[in-house]
């Protein structure tokens, strides 16, 4: 692998952590006011807000993912849709783009 994929690798593998720290964090905290609230109603809109948090999230990977692709020239529009739906498949799908991509792009070299 080349340079580029490399690094795109570990910006998407930073970018998961990341992701997956702020969304713990997120959870964490709306499920301690959760358990201090007594509102049925509120607790219905903080479960629902678990949901829309990973959405969210999930949206602006699939945005990273887009601008990337754009930029790099990779034929790579399922792997943004499935970013909205399970982050993870769509940022592997995209790495196999970029490292097909490195790889198609080195040059031949004879055994001779």
Not at 61 to 85: M, P, Q, W
């Amino acid at each position: 692998m080349d340079n580029l994929a490399t690094k795109t690798i570990s910006k998407y593998a930073l970018l998961l952590a990341v992701f997956y720290g702020l969304e713990f964090l997120l959870k964490y905290i709306i499920t301690q006011y959760v358990n201090e609230s007594s509102d049925s109603i509120l607790n219905s809109y903080l479960v629902n807000g678990n949901m829309l948090i990973t959405l969210l999230l999930n949206i602006v990977a699939a945005f990273i993912i887009n601008s990337d692709k754009n930029r790099l020239d990779i034929e790579g529009k399922y792997s943004v849709l499935l970013t909205i739906f399970y982050r993870p498949i769509g940022i592997v799908l995209f790495l196999i783009f970029v490292v097909n991509k490195s790889m198609n792009e080195r040059p031949v070299q004879d055994k001779g």
